[in-house]
């Protein structure tokens, strides 16, 4: 995370916006299958935040009152980690706290919430590692074992790549957007499969 601050925290809002929206889009797929054992769907949602952050990022004007609205909807859906029995909850939650870092940023400026939307996605790898490996180290050994997985090293590289790739973009265009989206890869952050 130390070398992604220098990167992202220098980058105009709009720049952070769009970061803060890949990232969440990379953790959608997360949402979707929480979503397939609940009546209320959560990936519409992270889709119409993602789109706006997206446009917000090429410069269209958003009202105020359309981000309130959008986090009024997140904060519905959130799952409650106490009540759910669905055992992809914990992977939802960490996706909601991403996205509403996401809304954080654009609602009130502050640069530390697209880093703490990159830590909610690192969150999740984490989780998920230590989900498939079972392993049980002490905090600082298991933080290292963590860390050198080649699922959190393709996640820190992604996320560096896109802070310096959109810190060649200015101003940010629709096409560099959906570029970027492209070069992000399709592939989900964790493989659900395996859960």
């Avoid at 703490?116 to 933080?143: F, H, I, K, S, W």
């Avoid at 996640?155 to 810190?167: C, G, M, P, S, T």
């Amino acid at each position: 995370m130390d070398d992604l601050r220098p990167l992202l925290l220098p980058l105009p809002l709009t720049h952070q916006a769009v970061f803060a929206a890949l990232t969440c889009e990379r953790l959608l797929p997360s949402v979707e299958r929480f979503d397939q054992a609940e009546t209320e769907k959560g990936a519409p949602i992270f889709r119409s935040v993602i789109a706006a952050l997206c446009a917000f990022g090429v410069q269209e004007a958003i009202a105020p009152d359309q981000w309130a609205h959008l986090q009024a909807q997140l904060e519905v859906f959130w799952p409650d980690l106490d009540e759910s029995t669905n055992p992809f909850a914990s992977y939802a939650f960490d996706a909601c706290v991403a996205l509403g870092e996401a809304l954080a940023l654009v609602q009130d400026g502050e640069a530390e919430h697209a880093l703490q939307c990159a830590t909610a996605a690192r969150d999740t790898v984490d989780m998920y590692v230590q989900d498939v490996t079972g392993v049980e180290l002490p905090l600082e050994a298991l933080n290292a074992f963590v860390d050198a997985t080649p699922e959190m090293q393709r996640e820190v590289a992604r996320q560096l790549a896109l802070a310096q790739a959109l810190a060649t973009e200015r101003p940010l265009t629709a096409a560099a957007v959906e570029q970027l989206r492209a070069q992000g890869g399709n592939e989900p952050l964790i493989d659900l499969t395996v859960l």
